[in-house]
């Protein structure tokens, strides 16, 4: 019996296999799988977002960004239909059940073409294509369009500026620590940027009315109001960080040819060699809108490049402006931890029957990882109360280009913004200013950001004092062998006008102590780091000294600055008094007025050596100098952030001079030397769209005056460690030449992946190009040669009594660099060539250097 059954179930699984093979091959026989590419017939570029379609059903795709698209059918169907705006359909045969590529080839329609016929100049890449065609009338029509068409706009300006961290986990959220946080955290849809959970971390808000002029051109921001949620200042710069925040979040005007991101600058999508980097596409006609609106795709070339994507709606009232529009960027964007970016822009018709813009909206999302937590920011801008070409008194443009105009000192709370603002905030963002307020008041917040204070700026506070910087507590150098130091500063809790800070050190094979103390007070009852700066500072320092090197107000010794290349062994003990008043205005114009005295004597084996009349060689030892200081610069529309050592520049496109003026002064407390020394430089940032930007720096100086030391004149910065630096000739040694006139040119030119990014193998690693070159010309005169006038101090020599410093002939001292920037998002390595002065002893042709470089 049991035989029987077995064999009656094993006859059914039998006939259950052979009903399942059957019907599967049915099935198999009945599925069908189309793919391949859609281009344009005449110019063969791709074509995105094309609708492919069966006759008669809703079955259908779309081509995607690269033109490729695939279909799977489960039933049989004669023909597939492919349709694009712009282009005449296409119908081609399926043949059932096999799977086959059918790539087509699309037509200009020419009656589309006739509606946006280019009488327009210029070379065309894609001819013939009615999507570039109305690109070109756009661009054609940008002058008129945009606000310079007027003679005068101004308007009223409302800004917030919100700042959450994101992308974090369910885990994250409920992990222990943040047990007394949970009231921090946002819930959204998940598929909103962000994610799910979002931390809000920082609001402000901005209420302006803004002038603009034609000619002369003119833009005046006069700031109403301000309000922003603020960190203990102990902690945290908020002007700094608000200046930041700002330069990330910039304004976003469409007409301009490059539109800043993050730092960067990326091609508008209407700049005027658009067409050359850009694929556009028709996507849809919008006869629903008064007047009819074309809705244009657009696709960077190369997906790696700094250029967007999304969509532009165009008017198609003979103006074609700009009446909406939403940029977006690849996800293969060279644009270090960018991880989402969305803004939309809104505009409406005003009485001048021009489209002027009524909201704009830029949210960007930062992270080291794809899913990883994230730093997620939202920038609005709203507008209204148009005004156009009304005059107003010259008064109203005069000025910085942004004003204060109300009293910092009052704080305007919620029952003021509740009215002025032209944007209801929701409850979340409401909650920011009291959540941060709250968050001060807890103990293990606070304790949290001890800790990072002390890893970021190197200070541990203990309230009206603070310990560090931390990095400088150990190193070690020639002279001084291991190095001890230790040292602090005053804080605001102990007083806000004056300030005190001081350090001592010793070197255990010099055997000597080195100290330093300074005493500050402030005019305007501000921090001595806060802008603008009104201070009067007197310090003394006796410590060791590179001779050449830029001398800092507080000694650089830290660890990293100890690993040199080379020959050392020749530095200066110092003793330095200062006085100094220090000065700054709003708009950035700055002065120091300064006395110094000082005393240097040689240290390791440099010798201040000098002959007698008898020509016998005397070791002066001792140098004495007294000098006058006056420095005068100029930074416009500056931003930075102000550290606790130091500012970080946020570098934009304006120039920064500066100018010196540093007098000698003879039988003035032992000064020994009379001499006038000039110099001055000029830094700016040179934008050049997708070609990347340069970072240019021309300096000169001249030194007036005869028998002038040579410890006094020019010692040209020279490099010896393995860090490339940007102020300094990388393979130039120390000492190596000297000048009492000079000038120099600096230029570090980052192409930003333009070159790398056309290089398949490359592309995808993000690597940067950087090319640099420093060139300096100079001399020394006659009355100031030691080599001539036997009385003053010989230039250095080697062991062997053969010299290391030399003058700058009528050759100039040259060298360039070419290196690959971006590695791992933070290091550039650069291979280094000097081009002049090979013969000079010791010196080195080629070199490596890497240097550390935090950039979007």
């Not at 019907?23 to 492919?52: C, H, W, Y």
Request: some cysteine; glycine content about 6%.
């Amino acid at each position: 019996m049991k035989t029987i059954i077995k064999s009656v179930w094993l006859k059914i699984a039998l006939l259950i296999c052979i009903v399942q093979v059957i019907s599967g091959a049915a099935m198999a026989q009945n599925t069908t799988t189309i793919k391949g590419t859609v281009t344009d017939a005449k110019t063969g570029e791709t074509l995105p977002f094309v609708s492919v379609l069966i006759p008669g059903t809703t079955m259908g795709t779309a081509s995607d960004v690269d033109g490729r698209y695939a279909l799977t059918l489960r039933e049989d169907h004669a023909k597939i239909r492919f349709t694009y705006v712009g282009y005449l359909s296409v119908e081609k045969p399926i043949t059932a059940g096999v799977s086959q590529v059918i790539d087509i080839k699309m037509s200009v329609d020419a009656s589309m073409l006739k509606e946006v016929t280019v009488k327009g100049r210029g070379r065309y890449r894609n001819k013939d294509n009615p999507a570039v065609q109305l690109i070109r009338e756009v661009i054609a029509h940008k002058d008129e369009n945009k606000m310079a068409g007027n003679a005068f706009v101004e308007y009223e300006q409302y800004e917030k500026i919100s700042l959450a961290l994101s992308n974090l986990s369910d885990e994250f959220k409920d992990k222990r620590i943040f047990k007394n946080y949970q009231f921090l955290f946002k819930a959204q849809d998940s598929t909103a940027m962000g994610g799910r959970n979002m931390l809000p971390a920082y609001i402000q808000e901005k209420l302006s009315q803004v002038y603009f002029r034609k000619n002369p051109n003119t833009k005046k921001q006069i700031v109403l109001a301000n309000r922003r949620a603020e960190f203990d200042s102990k902690f945290i710069d908020n002007e700094g960080l608000s200046s930041y925040f700002n330069r990330l979040y910039e304004d976003i005007n469409i007409y301009d040819n490059d539109i800043s991101i993050a730092t960067n600058l990326l091609l508008s999508p209407i700049a005027n060699t658009a067409p050359t980097f850009y694929k556009f596409f028709i996507r849809d006609t919008i006869k629903t809108n008064n007047p009819w609106l074309i809705e244009l795709g657009f696709v960077p070339r190369n997906k790696t490049d700094m250029l967007f994507e999304g969509n532009l709606f165009v008017t198609l009232d003979g103006k074609y402006s700009v009446q909406n529009a939403y940029l977006t960027v690849n996800k293969d964007i060279n644009l270090n931890f960018m991880r989402d970016l969305e803004a939309s822009l809104e505009f409406e018709k005003g009485a001048d029957e021009r489209y002027h813009p009524s909201k704009t909206s830029l949210a960007m999302e930062f992270a080291l990882g794809e899913k990883s937590a994230g730093l997620y920011g939202q920038r609005v801008v709203n507008f209204k109360n148009y005004t156009i070409n009304q005059p107003r008194p010259d008064s109203i443009y005069k000025g910085p280009h942004e004003e204060i105009a109300y009293n910092p000192e009052v704080k305007v709370g919620e029952s003021f913004w509740g009215s002025a603002r032209h944007i209801p905030l929701d409850a979340i963002e409401l909650d920011i200013y009291r959540n941060i307020d709250t968050l001060q008041t807890i103990p293990s917040f606070r304790r949290t950001m001890d800790i990072a204070t002390l890893f970021l700026a190197g200070y541990k506070s203990f309230g009206k004092v603070e310990i560090g910087p931390f990095n400088t507590f150990y190193s070690f150098n020639p002279v001084e062998g291991f190095r001890l130091r230790f040292g602090g500063r005053t804080t605001q809790e102990l007083s806000k006008r004056v300030y005190f800070e001081t350090y001592a050190a010793y070197g255990f094979k010099d055997e000597k102590w080195k100290y330093f103390v300074a005493g500050t007070y402030s005019i305007n009852n501000k921090s001595v780091y806060h802008f603008p700066f009104n201070y009067i500072r007197a310090s003394y320092q006796r410590d060791t000294k590179i001779p050449g090197q830029e001398l800092q107000f507080v000694q650089e010794d830290n660890l990293l600055l100890s690993f040199k290349r080379g020959d050392n062994n020749r530095w200066l003990y110092n003793d330095i008094y200062k006085l100094e008043y220090v000065r700054e205005f709003d708009n950035h114009l700055s002065y120091k007025l300064g006395f110094t005295q000082w005393s240097q004597r040689a240290a390791g084996i440099l010798r201040y050596e000098s002959l007698d009349s008898d020509g016998t060689l005397q070791d002066r030892g001792l140098l004495n100098n007294t000098e006058a200081n006056f420095e005068l610069r100029y930074a416009p529309h500056e931003q930075f952030y102000q550290g606790k050592l130091y500012r970080t520049p946020i570098i934009n496109r304006y120039p920064v001079f500066t100018a010196r003026y540093n007098a000698g002064i003879k039988g003035v407390f032992a000064g020994q030397n009379r001499y006038h020394n000039i110099s001055g430089n000029v830094a700016k940032r040179v934008y050049l769209s997708q070609f990347g930007y340069a970072d240019v720096t021309a300096e000169g100086g001249y030194i007036f005056g005869k028998n002038v030391l040579f410890p006094l004149l020019t010692i040209h910065r020279a490099n010896q460690s393995y860090a490339y630096q940007l102020n300094s000739f990388n393979l130039m040694n120390f000492l190596e030449f000297v000048s009492d006139h000079y000038a120099s040119l600096d230029v570090q030119y980052y192409l930003n992946g333009f070159v790398f990014n056309k290089i398949p193998l490359l592309k995808k690693l993000k690597l940067r190009e950087v090319v640099s070159f420093k060139g300096l010309m100079g001399g020394l005169r006659d009355e100031n040669n030691p080599a001539l006038n036997p009385s003053l101090y010989r230039f250095p020599t080697d062991e062997q009594g053969k010299p290391i410093s030399y003058t700058l002939s009528r050759a100039p001292y040259i060298e360039g660099s070419i290196g690959v920037a971006n590695i791992f998002k933070l290091l550039r390595v650069d291979l280094v060539k000097r081009f002049t002065y090979l013969d000079n002893p010791t010196v080195s042709e080629w070199g490596v250097r890497a240097r550390f470089k935090l950039d979007f």
